[in-house]
């Protein structure tokens, strides 16, 4: 099967998380933006949470600068929270990716739940006032890929479903059977052409977790944050500790 020319969105949040960590201006998630746009990146992912545990607004303005230098897109992850939609408009990326979101969670843990009720008229009403104040905007919904959920999508002002892929890629470093999974968002594939939503993915993926995806054509774009982080500390260590021994032994 020939590959679909798939995006890579690169999630900087966790560059953001070891800075807060020590409450220190490094390491830059601007130049963490620069470095991933520089080296193929099709698109820099952000979360602005609610409780402010990594990206701060200021952040978010300096990393819309820096997408814009690119001419790359910025996805803005945002919970249907009255004051980050105001930061969104204030913002206005290039998408949006709605997401759940709990303060007590240690990361998305799971997409909207849009059969209740109350959460579908809430972003339902996000989405028709994000649409209405930033034009060209467009607008994914984070969600699991269930069919009455991907239906429920396509009642929304939306243009793609990011489909929750955390437990297949739990299941792929488990070493667990993941063909329910495959066959899982071939359905959502098939029913998003259908719909006309795009389908991405996001959530936990690995360069090895992405690869039964990417070999069988199932997203046009794969956001992925904390693998990445973690691989850049491995890829990386040797060569600042032999530059730091120079420093230091001359
Ligand atoms: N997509 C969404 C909607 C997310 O909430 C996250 C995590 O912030 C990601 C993608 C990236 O997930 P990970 O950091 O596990 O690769």
Redo the contacts with the bound molecule.
Sequence with gaps: MEKINARLGV?I??VATLRQARGESYPSVVEAANICLNHGADQI?I?LREDRRHIQDTDVEAIRLVTKKFGKPLNF?IGVNPEIIDIAIATAPDWI?V?PEKREEK??EGGLDLKNETTFKKVQEACALLKSKIPGLKISL?VEGDEEILKLSKQIECDAV?IHT?DFARAHLNGEDTNPFLEQFKKSLNLCSELGLAHHA????TAESVKPLVAENLFVEY??????ICQAVFEGLAKVIQNLKVEIQG
């Design positions: 999630n949040d966790h992912t979360h992850e990716c997401v990361t998305t984070f990011e955390g996001g959530h936990g993926l956001n992925i944050g904390h693998w990445i």
